[in-house]
Every structure is written in structure tokens, then in C-alpha cells.
């Protein structure tokens, strides 16, 4: 492992920087991920795909300016919250909070289209918004898997792994926030280890703590070690998942954490957390009509607390088995539900986070493949700009898992290939190539197959491509069996980001002061 | 297994029946296939998905266009194919045939739009092109493979199994053709055990032999004692499958058969087999002028055979990898080939056929799920009209597996319901229920939840969406040993469609006279 020191702190900050990253780490990079470097973010190059027509989105914005209006949303245990919604001419009745038709929208004026969220290292800052789609890691399970030791709970050294595993895949772009729980950490101090790990081991954009108001605090300022005071007062360094308890329930940890990262002028993702038939109807239009007023409320809300604040448009959205309640993935409904919020989302003119690669299969077999596909193409199409749990998901989120991972990542990168769109250049247009094979021959050792040899096809570095044969003689092995040898490599080829020795001391400082007054609890 | 008698020849030709199979064969098959009857072809109330601008599609038709001018086709060992094109204005030089600019697209004015593909059944008659996509099992796979015998050569009791399998499944519309190639019947003959099969163990649509004209000429035989001459000269009862020996070479057997079933009036679908790098050229816009150009001259082709003759824009197209020359699937550039291919047909105004279940996994794990995927939704997106290959496809074509079928099915019925796109009636707005709830409560108790209860969500055949400890005690199955059960229990349930005995005996008749003059020889 490496630990090269130089200046890698941020001097340019636009993160427009069109540059891949160059030499020695760019072919390591390649040779580790089976052919491409670093990936910048995707810019859409392909059209979007929508469901819904004018019409039907004007039918859901009438609805949730209905419900927002007679309905209400609730918010618990925050008098400050009451009383900003007061001010700003919304009708607070105890906890529940009434909105006139069009006040919500008015606020959210103030909300930035896209936005960038800086990484340390200036050439992996995201685009958040319009044509970007930038994809993150799972976020959330207290559990992992591998082939070699089944299912257990997470430990610290699983979340480095992942966010060594997240640095490595070419097509992740960002290296998420709970990759998995490190439940071997007490819980008022696992924020600090998780932020530290984010830092430490990559140098992609991350997200902050939003379990406690406390731990979002500890957040920004460990951020300011990295970035700087004036620096991250100014610009996003750090990008927050604040659900809402769907339905129509905003609860005072949420809704704390929110107004720490809004007022430093961090960005919040508003996600109502729904499951159709459970948190919301059972039918798309209506899911879809109660996310609008639910995120619209929480982004508005983030501007009274800072007007211009980052924010996003979040949905994670999936049904139920309406014989067993269990949650699924991959179904038809939440596609379309996908599909529909991302239409909304851009009626509003706000960034949108949803999707990413769900499933609700134990093991990373068919079903996991079949439901993760079915969520990541709708990602794509549909123009989420940021899609978290984009690998390594399994089990309903219950689960991390290390295979999943390393064959999700193979799948982002294929769509990161499909969204260059088509190439219409003279090149692309391969006139020469069909005069001088011609009728009867084949192209396999023609000047243009030979002129595009390297970069033709996306490689898979999961499939196997071979013969019946040869895959017999190579043991016949299954995805999940070659992923397992692949993780290994990535983890074993692995080295780290430099990181300023002074701005490291400063964050093993800030976390040893802290730890030293934090509970030991493991809850 | 019942032999009701009852005469179910067809009476209604439109194939505009909206009914769906009714009373006890509904419930049987409802029973049979995890929640639903058989289910008419899809109709698209979607958008269509389209990667070329006007600007795209423009280029490649004038390079398409100069391929045929300056490059031409080969059309080999048939003189009167040769006659046919110069006589309809064509430049011909050998065997090669170029085409003054314009000549092909003028030619195809005759071809329909969209057509109906009769069925014996006839709320099983499929409408090919617009709208309409009508999902047809894997074609050609001369092995076969389940869970308990792994791999073998396919036998003729195989191709019974999966003809009563496509007839099982709810979502395939169509028995489709060669569903494995029963390699214990003699090369001469086989064909009409194929035919007879679809006939005797389905009452959905079928397609016809292509390997020599005779055989062709046999299926249409064997078809009109199901339909009647007449009927069968005036409609469409069988779709035949015309491969291009790309490049651009038509060869005796593939035009010959086209002869035969265009002046029967019977469906040519005139599909180029395209490896990306072998067969065309390495890029998505090369490839797709190359395809232009094929599918084209076969298509006018069948017009100078004869007018009006249903024809069906053909595109089976993938790549190779680029270091061991195998094929692979499911990678982005096919998918760019898929959707633009589609855009050129609708651009001539044909049906087209393209897509399907598509893997170069050896066994039906995440690979084979992730590849199929994403062949299958570009499938539906682009507006496939046709999809070969829906079900049952594994290694690269190679293999047809049983477990993977059902698996396949499962996915295709969840694009039947995303192809229903979203509900804004009323029921579907569900704001009374939004009412009822209200924030902090949950749905699933609610008066509209009870309401649509029964087809709120997709219930999947296949996912295990039950708990970790469920599915432990359940024997901690993946999808495959999954779908291993599910289609023992289909073929155990399966029960035949009724069959006119005067037809049997017809059909059975005109078999062993076909038999007792053709060779035994299996090459």
C-alpha cells in the first residue's frame, strides 16, 4: 500500500475538470478493473424515458397540492420546525403543518437545478443534476456477505473493504455514506470511524452522518478539516439522506439533521422511504402523489433553513407482497413509480435520487441479477442524478454483499458505455469498413476492426464468454464464484489515495477528543 | 390429460378478440402459472425508447443506401432470384445484385404495416407490427439443460416439453419454431414432428421449417389441413424465420424457403445474424447500415415474389469479444443496435423483430439473469414487435434450459405489466385512500388496499422475497432450484388444447406419407 504524500488538497473547485485520471494510477486503475480507468460521472448522451404524459403530471400535482393543503404533513418533536412553517405563511395545527395551494413550490425557487459536490480530489467532484447521473454504493445493511464465510454482521474493516472496493470500480463515482453498519463500533462513535474511512481509503465525494443532529455536526466539521471553513461554507462537500417516514411524518432526528446540513449549506436528499401498500396506495399514481407533497415539503423546508441549499429529490420506492407483506424489488410498479418521480422531479427543476440496484434475493444468484437490472436500466433511462445502493445490495438492504458488489459495478460500467450514446462520426460510421470487407467475407482482421480493436466493445469482467469446453476445463464456475476472485483482486491490488499527512493528524485528533466523551453502547 | 372433443377451428379471423381464455381453462392456467391466464399479445400504452435523432436515422439510410448502389448483394445459386431483380430494375453482375438508389424502399411499399398471425385458437391469433409485441420462445438449440441431467443433446420428447411449457406460460404469445432441434429424429423429417407438435401441444401460433424449400413447402401443407386452403392462402397462419448470411449474402436454402412461404402469402421475417466485428463492422452505426441494407433486400425480395406478402424487419445482432472472437450478450452496443434497428423499421413502415432473453451464461446464474435482462427490457422499450428467443435461450443459443425458460417467463409477464404503463383513473389516483390514511398510519388495512388487492402488484413465480429465516427454513434455495419445481409442475399440469380429430388424423396421415419416402440420415 502506498502512502505517497502530496498536495492533493482541492485548488480548482468547479469540478468540471474533463480529464480521466492520468498515468501511473490511470493504468493501474485499468489493469486492476478489467480495461478502463477512473469513469467521470455519466453525462447523459441518450434520451430520457417517461411514462407520464402533461396531463397525467399535471392530475399528480393537483393531488399533492390537495393533500399538502387538507391533509397536511406532520412534523414531531421540532417547535423551531413549527414555527419556520408558521413564518412562512403555512398553518400549523399541533404537529401537523396545512400548506396553501403553491406555497411549497414557491420556496423550493430558491433550490439550485444541479449543484457540485466536491471530492478532495478535485478531479472525482460530481455533478449533481441535469444530464449527470452519478452512482453510489449500497448505504444502510448491518450485514455482509462473501462465499467463504455466508451471511454476518458488518464490521469496520467491511466498511473499508467496501469503500476500498467503491475507490477501485471504475464506474462508482462516489463512495456513499453507510456502505454497511460497522457494528463492531459503538454507535454515537461509528459516524466519526465511517467519515474518517471515506476520507482516509478514497478520494471520491461522500456523504455525512444523519443519524443524531450531533453526529451531522461532527459531519461538517470533519469536512472543514478536509476543505477548509470558508471553503465548505460555500460549496457542497457533503451530501445528506434524510428520509421521510412516510407516510406524511417527519421526525425530529431527520428533520435535526436537516437543518445542521442545510444551514452549512450542504445538500440534503428528501427520500419519502416507501413500500406501495404499506407507506403509501397501492397504485403508482397515488405512490407517486404522496412522494411529490412529502419531498417537496422537505426540500422547501431546507430553504426556509438556508434559502439556495443543495437539495434533491429523493424517492426509494418498492412494493410489497400483498400475501405476505414482505418487500420486493425488480416488479413492474416501482419501475414505473421510478419513472414518474424523475418527470416530477424535473417539473420542479430539482435534482433527482432514486433507483440503484435492489433486490430482495439472499444469495447474488438469478433473482438478484434479474430484480438489479430491473431497477439500474429504469436508473439510467429514467435521468436519476444520483443513484445510491447502485452496488452491492442484497437482501432487501439487509445484507452487503461482497460479490454483488464487484458484478454490480461491472453492470455500471455498461451502463456508463450505453449512455455515450451513439457514435455518428465518420469513424462511427464505418463506410470504409463495409467497402473493403464486402459480401461473403468477414471483418475480423479489416484496417477499421483493427483501428478500434481496444475500445470497440465494453469488456465484461465478470461474464464468460468461452466455449462449453473451455469453461468445463476452467471448473465450471458461476458468476458469483468468479466475482469472489475478483473482489479479492481488487481488495489485494488495492492502494490507497495520498492524503495530507497535517489534514489526516487533524481528523485523528478531532476523532480521538470526541470518542473520549462519546457512550459505549452498542444499541 | 384431457382430449375433450369440440370443434375449435377457427371461426373468427381477426384476431381482434379482446376476451381473455375463459372459465375453467382460465382458472386452470391461472392455477397452473402463479396468478394468471393466458394473456394477449402486449399492447404497448408505453412510450417508445429511441437512441438516433432524425439526423442519425438519415445518415444511415444513405449509407445504406450506397451500400447497395456501390456494393450490392450477393444472392448465390438462384437464377431465378437473379431474373427476379434484374427484371425489377436491378444491376446484375454474377451473382451480385446492386440496386439503383431508392429501388428497395419503392419495392416495399407493398409490404404491410402490421399484420395478424392466425391462430387455431383464434384468441390466440398474435397482430405483428404496431402496437403489438408478441413475446415467442428460444429457436435453434440442438442441446438442452436442467438442474437434474445438467446438459445433453435435445430430443424430440424435449420439444414436446417446451412447446407445453410456451403454452403454460402466460406471457408467451406465440409457440414459436425450432424450440430445440430434436437431434433423435432424422435431419428429412424432423420437420414435421416439429410442426405437428406445435400443432398437437399448443393452440398458439406457430412458425415454419426453413432448412430446405421442401420443408417449407410441407409446413404450408400441414398448415392448411389446420386452416384450409383458402384460408391459408388469403392469411397469414405461419411466420418463417430468414437469416441473412451476413455479410450481405443470401444463399439458396434461406431464399428458396423465402419463395416458398412469400407466395404462399405466408410471413418472412428477413433477419440479418449479425456478431458485431465478424459479420459487420465494430461500431453501432456500421452495423446498423449494414442491416438496413439486408433486412431491405430481403424484405423486397418477398415483394417481387409476391405483393402485399407480410414481411418483418429482422435484426439478430450482438458482438464478439474482442480477445477470444466469442460472442456475447447482453453489453451495451447491442442494445444502441436493438433500439436503432427498430427506429430504421418503423421508418419503412414494417414490423420488427429483434430481442429476447439473450445470455452466454453456460448455466441460468447472474450472468445468464443480467445478460437476458438486458437484452429483454431494450426488447419491449424499443418496440419489438417480434421477439424470438424470449424464453429458454442459455449459452449463446446453444443450449435450451428448462429451468431458465420459466425464469424467463416470469420477466416476461412483469413487461406485459410495465407495458400497461400507469392507471390515472379514479381508483388509480387513490385519493380517498391518501384521505383515509392519513400521516403516521399505514395502507395496508384500508378500504381501496382490500379493494385491489388481488392485482395491485406483479406476484412473481420465481423471487423469494420471504424473510432470511424463512428462506433458511425453506432450504435456502437460489432461482434455480426454484425454477426447477416450478416447471416439473407445469409440465405435470399441463393439460392439452382440444385438437379436431379429422385434423389430427389429417396431419398424422400426411406425415408417415412424407416419412416413408424421406431419408434416415442424422447428420
Redesign the interface.
Known sequence: MSDMVHDDVPTTRTGRNSRRGGGAEARRARRQSGGSAHLRYITRN??L????SE??LA?IER?AD??LE?????FRDDEEALALWREAGAEVDGT?VRFPRGLVRELLKTAPAEFIQHARNPERSVQIGGKATVFAPVYGPPFVRNLDEG?RYARLEDFQNFVKLAYTAPAIHHSGGTVCEPVDVPVAKRHLDMVYSHVRYSDKPFMGSVTHPDRAADSVAMAKLVFGDQFVDSNCVLINLINV?S???FDATMVGALKVYARAGQACVVSPFIL????????????L??ILAEASVGMAFAQLCRPGAPVVFGTFAS??????????F????P??VLY?AAQLARRLGVPFRSGGSLC???????????????TL?PTL?AGVNFALHSAGWL??G?VSSYEKFV?DC??LA??Q??AE????SE?????D???E????????GCA??QA???T?????T???????EQ?LADG?Q???QR?NTLYKRWLADYEAPALDPAVDEALQDFIARKKAVLPDGIE
Open positions: 441518450i434520451p424515458y417517461e411514462v407520464l396531463e397525467g392530475i393531488n390537495t393533500l387538507e391533509i397536511g404533513i406532520e401537523r451471511r417516514n407516510p406524511m411524518v406501495s401498500g404499506a407507506m403509501s396506495p397501492v397504485t403508482v399514481a397515488g405512490t402523489t404522496q412494493s410489497i407482497s400483498m400475501q405476505s407483506g414482505a418487500p420486493t425488480g416488479t413492474p410498479e419501475s414505473l414518474g430482495a434475493s439472499k444469495v447474488p444468484d438469478a433473482q438478484a441479477a434479474h430484480e438489479s437490472t430491473q436500466i433511462y437482501e432487501g439487509l458484478m461491472d453492470q455498461m451502463m458505455r450505453f450514446g451513439v457514435d455518428l469513424n462511427g460510421q464505418a463506410m469498413a463495409i467497402g470487407v464486402g459480401p461473403g467475407s468477414h471483418y475480423l477499421h476492426t478500434n480493436f481496444e470497440a466493445f465494453y469488456r465484461s465478470i461474464a464468460d464468454n468461452n466455449s462449453f469453461w465450471s458461476d458468476a458469483v466475482a
